[in-house]
């Protein structure tokens, strides 16, 4: 069964950094789409607002718009480890971070991002 695993997140002040991990594990796809989703706390979770996307390769990508130019994802040659760089925070990114697999329609359980001074 396919299994995903964040962590990275945290506490940081606004403009600052921060970078969150996806680890997958078990049986999946060989190659899957990857996307990041986050959920604010006032939001149901069928509100979870879409972050980023990449597709098998690494070469394609796809931001929301709120988070283009700030955030980068990227993956790791084996395909298990996806990475979410988000750069110049906001109060605005504050929220739980999921990983998704569309192709297993497979969550992670979230970790908790927080942008304050």
């Known amino acids: 069964q396919v299994q995903l695993m964040e962590s990275g997140g945290g506490l940081v002040q606004p403009g600052g950094s921060l970078t969150l991990s996806c680890t997958i594990s078990g049986f999946t796809r060989q190659s899957h789409v990857v996307a990041w989703y986050r959920q604010a706390s006032d939001k149901k979770r069928e509100e979870r607002e879409w972050?980023?996307?990449?597709?098998?390769?690494?070469?394609?990508?796809n931001y929301a718009d709120s988070v283009k130019g700030r955030f980068i994802i990227s993956r790791d040659a084996d395909q298990n480890t996806v990475y979410l760089q988000m750069n110049s925070l906001k109060p605005e990114d504050t929220a739980v971070y999921y990983c998704?697999?569309?192709?297993?329609?497979?969550w992670g359980q979230g970790t908790q991002v927080t942008v304050s001074s």
């Open positions: 972050v980023a996307t990449i597709r098998p390769s690494a070469v394609f990508t």
């Open positions: 998704y697999l569309p192709g297993d329609d497979r």
